[in-house]
């Protein structure tokens, strides 16, 4: 049975920065593509990042390209997400996902097969 569990977590001054990890357990995960969503109130799931566990390519939404880095320890079969500068706006439950790598960078939440339970990140401004 696959698990995701993030944590990491939690409340933060604008300007600051946290880092979410994501343990993944179940399977072999060489196949697949490790991605972060995020979901604010009142908004839809969106696409933060993602890599590709083979070769650990990785691709950013706009919004957070130069300021969140994507990451992934094979031996502990962990991602991170550090994010860095963090505004207001990254407010929201982020969502640690697996799904067979595509061939391309999956940026689409269909394209996952697996998901964690969320973590909340709160900026404050």
């Known amino acids: 049975q696959v698990q995701l569990v993030e944590s990491g977590g939690g409340l933060v001054q604008a300007g600051g920065s946290l880092r979410l990890s994501c343990a993944a357990s179940?399977?072999?995960?060489?196949?697949?593509?490790m991605g972060w969503f995020r979901q604010a109130p009142g908004k839809e799931r969106e696409f933060v990042a993602t890599i590709r566990w083979r070769g650990g390519s990785t691709y950013y939404a706009d919004s957070v390209k130069g300021r969140f880095t994507i990451s992934r320890d094979n031996a502990k079969n962990t991602v991170y997400l550090q994010m860095n500068s963090l505004k207001p706006e990254d407010t929201a439950v982020y969502y640690c996902a697996a799904g067979l790598d595509p061939g391309w960078y999956p940026l689409h939440s269909f394209q996952y097969n697996y998901w964690g339970q969320g973590t909340q990140v709160t900026v404050s401004s």
């Open positions: 179940g399977r072999t995960f060489s196949s697949y593509a």
